[in-house]
């Protein structure tokens, strides 16, 4: 997703890691195989109900919360904005319209007229958008995995609440790029607004999941075994990720630090620090090999340094689907 929040010394696109010991085994890790995928990825939610965005005084001494769920309009339950505008008309002449809210579980009646209502649908939403990186296929599972991050609204402020969910092929048309103190970020369009590459089931802290679309064997390469964590070493390694298009480049990155749940990386390819000058938004979960074997996800920048980051074991990162 884009995100807003921003840390003084780096800037994460996921929730902060919990410190958790790994319990997995190494065989199995070497024995399983995944296809490493790093396309740039259009990302819908339709989410539980209608949602206010931003705190909105719609009476006298009555306001409506950034978080709170409209559940209906007078006696009409809402579930979606065009059942809350239908339900509107319909009773844009009533001086006095009884709205039902949801605030932080506890309902909430607030009594108001139909034209401020009516102004309230600048702030109201029931979709959230976004973009990222696919991070895997698990061709024997038939599921996917991406961002390596759980997805938090930009207005929201929270993970949203959602009733179903896709992911989209998109098409990088631009960049703008990061600089020390200004993460950069992606550009791009959805190719197919029609044809979704797999649903989202799960918006874990470890990333989205879900079932992919068979459909879609063009955008697949040859899977990889997965490294084990404690065989990821300092050193030479590579990430898979779109700049252009919707064409995936290898580029070379350095693996600096391994740490139990994470490693942290410099990337080093000319060819990508003059594209993007750094790491960029909408970069999140672009696979990282090494040694011919798959090891992580990209999880993290730093904004006073873009060139560079941080990455999520992918054996780690495999536990949200569960």
């Given at each position: 997703?884009?995100?807003?929040?921003?840390?003084?010394?780096?800037?994460?696109f996921?929730?902060?890691?919990?410190?958790?010991?790994?319990?997995?085994n190494?065989?199995?890790?070497?024995?399983?195989?995944?296809?490493?995928?790093?396309?740039?990825?259009?990302?819908?939610?339709?989410?539980?109900?209608?949602?206010?965005?931003?705190d909105?005084?719609?009476?006298?001494?009555?306001?409506l919360?950034?978080?709170?769920?409209?559940?209906?309009?007078?006696?009409?339950?809402?579930?979606?904005l065009?059942?809350?505008?239908?339900?509107?008309?319909?009773?844009?002449?009533?001086?006095?319209?009884?709205l039902?809210?949801?605030?932080?579980?506890?309902t909430?009646?607030?009594?108001?007229?139909?034209?401020?209502?009516?102004?309230?649908?600048?702030?109201?939403?029931?979709?959230?958008?976004?973009?990222?990186?696919?991070?895997?296929?698990?061709p024997?599972?038939?599921?996917?995995?991406?961002?390596?991050?759980?997805?938090?609204?930009?207005?929201?402020?929270?993970?949203?609440?959602?009733?179903?969910?896709?992911?989209?092929?998109?098409?990088?048309?631009?960049?703008?790029?990061?600089?020390p103190?200004?993460p950069?970020?992606?550009?791009?369009?959805?190719?197919?607004?029609?044809?979704?590459?797999?649903?989202?089931?799960i918006?874990?802290?470890?990333?989205i999941?879900g079932?992919?679309?068979?459909?879609?064997?063009?955008?697949?390469?040859?899977?990889l075994?997965?490294?084990?964590?404690?065989?990821?070493?300092?050193?030479?390694a590579?990430?898979?990720t779109?700049?252009?298009?919707?064409?995936?480049?290898?580029?070379?990155?350095?693996?600096?630090?391994?740490?139990?749940?994470?490693?942290?990386?410099?990337?080093?390819?000319?060819?990508l620090?003059?594209?993007?000058?750094?790491?960029?938004?909408?970069?999140?979960?672009?696979?990282?090999?090494?040694?011919?074997?798959f090891?992580?996800?990209?999880?993290?920048?730093?904004?006073?340094?873009?060139?560079?980051g941080?990455?999520?074991?992918l054996?780690?990162?495999?536990?949200?689907?569960?």
């Amino acid at each position: 997703m884009e995100w807003s929040r921003q840390f003084k010394l780096a800037v994460s696109f996921s929730v902060l890691l919990l410190v958790m010991p790994f319990t997995s085994n190494a065989a199995s890790a070497q024995d399983d195989m995944l296809i490493p995928m790093g396309h740039s990825i259009g990302i819908k939610m339709d989410l539980s109900g209608v949602f206010i965005t931003s705190d909105v005084m719609i009476g006298k001494d009555d306001w409506l919360k950034a978080g709170d769920l409209i559940e209906q309009v007078d006696d009409v339950a809402i579930g979606t904005l065009k059942e809350f505008e239908a339900a509107l008309s319909k009773k844009h002449d009533q001086k006095e319209i009884a709205l039902t809210v949801d605030r932080d579980g506890d309902t909430n009646q607030i009594k108001s007229d139909g034209e401020a209502l009516k102004r309230l649908l600048p702030f109201l939403k029931d979709r959230t958008e976004g973009t990222g990186t696919l991070t895997y296929v698990d061709p024997d599972k038939g599921t996917y995995g991406a961002l390596g991050h759980q997805i938090i609204d930009s207005t929201l402020k929270t993970p949203p609440s959602f009733k179903t969910g896709a992911i989209y092929l998109s098409e990088i048309g631009q960049i703008k790029k990061s600089a020390p103190g200004n993460p950069g970020y992606k550009i791009s369009t959805i190719v197919e607004d029609e044809d979704f590459l797999g649903t989202i089931q799960i918006n874990g802290i470890y990333g989205i999941f879900g079932s992919w679309n068979h459909s879609y064997k063009k955008v697949l390469a040859e899977p990889l075994q997965i490294m084990h964590p404690a065989d990821v070493k300092e050193g030479a390694a590579e990430i898979f990720t779109t700049i252009k298009g919707t064409e995936v480049e290898s580029f070379t990155i350095e693996i600096t630090k391994v740490e139990s749940e994470q490693f942290q990386f410099n990337l080093t390819d000319p060819k990508l620090l003059a594209a993007t000058g750094g790491i960029l938004q909408g970069m999140s979960g672009s696979p990282v090999i090494q040694d011919g074997k798959f090891v992580g996800a990209v999880t993290h920048m730093y904004v006073d340094d873009p060139k560079k980051g941080a990455a999520l074991f992918l054996e780690k990162m495999r536990k949200g689907e569960k």
